[in-house]
């Protein structure tokens, strides 16, 4: 494998349920993870809903803090693509406003070099320059998730992670996002954890492929070995499910 830009050590991450008259538990959700995402790599994490794979995700990007193990970072800012583009972006903001945001946050740039970079990454994730003054509603799914992508990618990440990213959209556009996601990686050097229950796109997109069941990881490899030889009864029954 090529330099990881991710390591994942011995993780396991809680929550803190509070139940009659407020008595407070605490659950384990994540059970001793371990893994890492090669530069350049797309790893895909596949499982059932309420698996843990937001969780994870949450977890490496600090979104949730109640855990206990080794999460490393070898890049800068990394960034997620969130599964419903609607839901994330600003409804009453313009496009060119949603995907400058970063850029202000981080306070780097000139306003003439931030206009700049903006039109540059909606040309990336193939918007022209007409969708800068539209807003989210004016956008079909597609269009949407592709802006997205553009506010992910705007503060130059190398790794993204992507959760569920295409699960909201129809069979032709999900392949069209799937594409557009191979030639960013390819252009502008990304690695993904690229997250989905839908083992047919894992399949698709990923170099590696993991599998979580009730939090833990329960099988690494391959998409030929996962497909052609899983080595867990869990593994085997999403394969079916996949082929129906």
């Known amino acids: 494998m090529s330099e990881?830009?991710?390591e994942v050590k011995n993780l396991n991450a809680y929550y803190i349920n509070t139940g009659f008259l407020g008595k407070k538990t605490k659950k384990q959700v994540l059970f001793d993870i371990n893994f890492e995402v090669g530069q350049g790599e797309i790893l895909g994490l596949v499982g059932e809903s309420g698996c843990g794979k937001s969780t994870l995700s949450k977890t490496i990007l600090g979104l949730h803090t109640d855990y206990d193990g080794e999460i490393i970072h070898y890049t800068k800012r990394p960034q997620m693509v969130?599964?419903?583009?609607k839901g994330s972006l600003n409804p009453a903001k313009t496009?060119?406003?949603?995907?400058?945001?970063?850029?202000?946050?981080?306070?780097?740039?000139?306003?003439?070099?931030?206009?700049?970079?903006?039109?540059?990454?909606?040309?990336?994730?193939?918007?022209?320059?007409?969708y800068a003054d539209r807003k989210p509603?004016?956008?079909?799914?597609?269009?949407?998730?592709?802006?997205?992508?553009?506010?992910?990618?705007?503060?130059?990440?190398?790794?993204?992670i992507a959760d569920e990213p295409v699960s909201a959209l129809d069979v032709t556009i999900q392949a069209q996002i799937l594409e557009l996601l191979?030639?960013?990686?390819?252009?502008?050097?990304?690695?993904?954890?690229?997250?989905?229950?839908?083992?047919?796109?894992?399949?698709?997109?990923s170099d590696r492929i993991m599998v979580m069941n009730e939090?833990?990881?329960?099988?690494?490899?391959?998409?030929?070995?996962v497909f052609n030889s899983p080595k867990t009864e869990y593994a085997k029954k999403l394969v079916e499910a996949s082929l129906i």
């Open 182 to 205: 191979l030639d960013l990686r390819k252009e502008l050097d990304l690695s993904y954890l690229f997250i989905s229950h839908d083992l047919g796109v894992i399949r698709q997109i």
């Open 137 to 160: 509603r004016e956008l079909s799914g597609g269009q949407r998730q592709r802006v997205g992508i553009a506010v992910a990618l705007i503060q130059r990440p190398r790794f993204i």
């Open 4 to 6: 990881p830009v991710l």
């Open 82 to 85: 969130f599964q419903d583009p």
């Open 215 to 225: 939090g833990r990881i329960i099988e690494q490899g391959t998409p030929d070995e």
């Open 95 to 130: 496009i060119e406003w949603i995907v400058e945001e970063p850029l202000k946050a981080y306070g780097k740039y000139s306003k003439e070099e931030r206009k700049d970079r903006v039109m540059d990454m909606l040309k990336k994730v193939g918007l022209g320059p007409e």
